[in-house]
């Protein structure tokens, strides 16, 4: 048999007391020739990894299949929007007391409208909470729950692995698998899997499962700067004509810059000089930073709004952006995956303790039922919010900035519209009650 060790990362190496965590290797000495599984999650990143820590003690056996080496998953230099509901998820997952020291809270959050004198400034009495939310690194979280992951028992772990075939029958589905350290793919067979891999979703796509929605007149740029002043964990939501852009603080001091704009502005802005990016960097910004210095590349992608048009197929559900896509504005996308995760893994253990088939067809259905119709709010919501304020036209100028002013103003409105940037509006997963 060849070796396998390679495939995950043992955790008894530098801690021998700590439980070890269950590997391809230990599975085939016991299941050989054919691997069985409850639950196949494919896609190990964010989203894949908080199902498979929400599933952690369930009783179900879960594996884990990432196409990308760990080492390569964590060293992407993007950081995220957290909202509460999020930061409960992970605190109700065990991971919270480990990422919260390496995230910012935000104190504030300040919305503005280009050149108009109003902002509107939200603080956490105005939510009730500690905070209004959270920025976080994809470094800090991922590496988080890969570590937490490596002491479940009941969760098998296949990293670098790749899924080549996939055949669904009434009973389970069966998986083709190639890894480096195999001469022959291995054969899994689990009675659900799950699609994690992301918004180009090859599950998705050789299942057969079609989508709706468009690709936006814009594309994002996303950088990481260290400004003059500090940020004191304020986030800044400004909105320009062309596309809002987003000022995240960081826990380092520094900040992530997320920047919407016409992609051929977008294109040139990313290749204009360092110089030159900085300061209409600084002018977008209004100078509340300071002089700004760049600390990363410049990263281009365009934007869409997609929503599946089914989240569930034979023996098959999606999550994250494998299921929906919306506009960077407000920084909800993370957001909706994690709560996809929470809702689906509830969804599965109350399924498993009834007695009842997880990946059957009425079980399935609890899980479009609860979260399509609660992404599709949000879809709407960050379509309405950049549509409204990404023109010039006057008529619509003047009401965006009236309804800033009610916002401003009226508590309850601003109450309401943070709950709904917040997650807490929807249905609360269990985990995070």
């Known amino acids: 048999m060849p070796r396998l060790e390679s495939l995950t990362m043992s955790s008894t190496a530098t801690h021998p007391n700590r439980v070890k965590a269950r590997s391809i290797e230990d599975d085939l000495e016991t299941q050989s020739p054919q691997l069985d599984y409850d639950l196949a999650i494919v896609g190990g990143g964010i989203i894949g990894n908080t199902l498979a820590l929400a599933l952690q003690n369930s009783g179900l056996r879960v594996v884990s299949i990432e196409s990308e080496a760990q080492s390569v998953s964590v060293a992407k230099g993007r950081a995220y929007v957290l909202s509460v509901l999020s930061g409960k998820i992970f605190e109700g997952l065990g991971i919270w007391n480990r990422v919260l020291p390496q995230v910012t809270q935000f104190s504030q959050i300040q919305i503005s409208d280009a050149d108009y004198a109003g902002v509107v400034k939200m603080y956490p009495e105005d939510l009730g909470t500690a905070a209004l939310g959270y920025a976080a690194s994809h470094e800090v979280l991922l590496t988080a729950l890969q570590s937490q ?119 040139a802005l990313r290749d204009l000089p360092e110089a030159e990016f900085l300061q209409q960097l600084e002018h977008c910004t209004g100078g509340l930073l300071g002089k700004l210095e760049l600390d990363s590349q410049r990263w281009l992608f365009p934007v869409k709004l997609m929503q599946s048009q089914q989240y569930t197929a034979q023996r098959l559900a999606l999550i994250g952006d494998a299921a929906h896509c919306c506009h960077p504005v407000a920084g909800q996308g993370m957001n909706l995956g994690i709560r996809d995760a929470a809702a689906l893994a509830e969804i599965l253990v109350a399924a498993h303790q009834a007695g009842e088939d997880i990946g059957s067809d009425a079980v399935l259905k609890r899980y479009t039922s609860w979260r399509k119709p609660e992404n599709w709010v949000i879809l709407a919501f960050t379509d309405f919010l950049d549509r409204m304020f990404s023109t010039s036209i006057l008529p619509i100028v003047i009401i965006r900035r009236f309804g800033l002013l009610l916002l401003d103003r009226i508590p309850l409105f601003k109450h309401l519209a943070l709950r709904l940037m917040t997650g807490l509006a929807g249905k609360l997963p269990q985990v995070a009650r």
């Open 149 to 267: 992951l490596k002491s479940a028992q009941n969760i098998t772990l296949m990293c670098p692995a790749r899924v080549t075939t996939v055949d669904y029958g009434d009973t389970g589905a069966t998986l083709t698998v190639e890894t480096p350290d195999t001469a022959t793919p291995l054969s899994i067979r689990a009675n659900l899997v799950i699609a994690a891999d992301g918004a180009k979703s090859t599950l998705r796509e050789r299942a057969g499962i079609a989508t709706s929605g468009w690709n936006y007149w814009q594309s994002c740029i996303t950088a990481t700067i260290s400004p003059e002043k500090s940020h004191q964990n304020i986030a800044y939501e400004r909105f320009w004509y062309a596309g809002p852009i987003g000022v995240l603080p960081l826990a380092d001091g520094r900040c992530q810059v997320v920047w919407t704009l016409p992609h051929d502005r977008a294109e």
